[in-house]
T-cell receptor, first 113, second 114 residues
Framework: GNSVTQMEGPVTLSEEAFLTINCTYTATGYPSLFWYVQYPGEGLQLLLKATKADDKGSNKGFEATYRKETTSFHLEKGSVQVSDSAVYFCALRGGTSGSRLTFGEGTQLTVNP | EPEVTQTPSHQVTQMGQEVILRCVPISNHLYFYWYRQILGQKVEFLVSFYNNEISEKSEIFDDQFSVERPDGSNFTLKIRSTKLEDSAMYFC????????????FGNGTRLTVT
C-alpha cells in the first residue's frame, strides 16, 4: 500500500534560517503529493501540492518539487519566520489508495526570534 | 473563503456512550471524509463518502462507526459505543469533484472518552 515517511522531528530554527523537511513516499502509479500545515489549535490547511513528476508546488515562500526518481517531495523555505511555527504534514493521494490521503508522521517546526 | 466547520470543538463522553460528531462541508463539494489523529500519532483515514454512500473505509472503521449525510449540508460521524482508545482528534474534510482537487479540513473535534 501507499506510505509516507517524514524526517524525524521536532525541528527548531532561528528566524531567517533555511528550512528543509524531508518527505519520501511509496506508492504505485502516479500519486498527487501535498504538504499540509497545522497551526496550534487549528485544523489542517493545504500549504501546497504537486500532481505530476517534476511539478513544483509553492505557497507563502514554501516550495516542494515532485521527484519521481527519488520518490521525494521535500519542503523548503529560504527564510523562516516565527509565524511559521506549526506542524507540517506530507501526504499523498492516488495510486492504489483511491481518493484517500495518506499522511506522514508530521514534523513540528519551532522558529525562535 | 468557504470553510469546513465542525461541532463541537471538544466532546467528553463516558465509555460505552454514543457520540455524534458533526460537520458542515463546503457547500459545492461532493466528496466527504473523516480522519482521526490520536495524540502524538499520524493522521489516519477513516472513511470517504460520495453520492450518499461510503466509497472507501479503513480497517479502523468497524461496525461501531457509521456516517450519514442527513440533509444537504451536514455530514456526521457516529460512534455507537465509545471505547477509551477512541479518544482522538477527529477531522472532517471535503473536496470538489474535479480531479486533483485538494481536501479542505475542518478544525477538528477533540473527543475524550473517560
Amino acid at each position: 500500500g501507499n506510505s509516507v515517511t517524514q524526517m524525524e522531528g521536532p525541528v527548531t530554527l532561528s528566524e531567517e534560517a533555511f528550512l528543509t523537511i524531508n518527505c519520501t513516499y511509496t506508492a504505485t502509479g502516479y500519486p498527487s503529493l501535498f504538504w499540509y500545515v497545522q497551526y496550534p489549535g487549528e485544523g489542517l490547511q493545504l500549504l501546497l501540492k504537486a500532481t505530476k513528476a517534476d511539478d513544483k508546488g509553492s505557497n507563502k515562500g514554501f516550495e516542494a518539487t515532485y521527484r519521481k526518481e527519488t520518490t521525494s517531495f521535500h519542503l523548503e523555505k529560504g527564510s523562516v519566520q516565527v509565524s511559521d511555527s506549526a506542524v507540517y504534514f506530507c501526504a499523498l493521494r492516488g495510486g492504489t489508495s483511491g481518493s484517500r490521503l495518506t499522511f506522514g508522521e508530521g514534523t513540528q517546526l519551532t522558529v525562535n526570534p | 473563503e468557504p470553510e469546513v466547520t465542525q461541532t463541537p470543538s471538544h466532546q467528553v463522553t463516558q465509555m460505552g456512550q454514543e457520540v455524534i460528531l458533526r460537520c458542515v462541508p463546503i457547500s459545492n463539494h461532493l466528496y466527504f471524509y473523516w480522519y482521526r489523529q490520536i495524540l502524538g500519532q499520524k493522521v489516519e483515514f477513516l472513511v470517504s463518502f460520495y453520492n450518499n454512500e461510503i466509497s472507501e473505509k479503513s480497517e479502523i472503521f468497524d461496525d461501531q462507526f457509521s456516517v450519514e449525510r442527513p440533509d444537504g449540508s451536514n455530514f456526521t460521524l457516529k460512534i455507537r459505543s465509545t471505547k477509551l482508545e477512541d479518544s482522538a482528534m477527529y477531522f472532517c474534510a471535503s473536496r470538489a469533484g474535479t480531479p486533483y482537487s485538494p481536501l479542505h479540513f475542518g478544525n477538528g473535534t477533540r473527543l475524550t472518552v473517560t
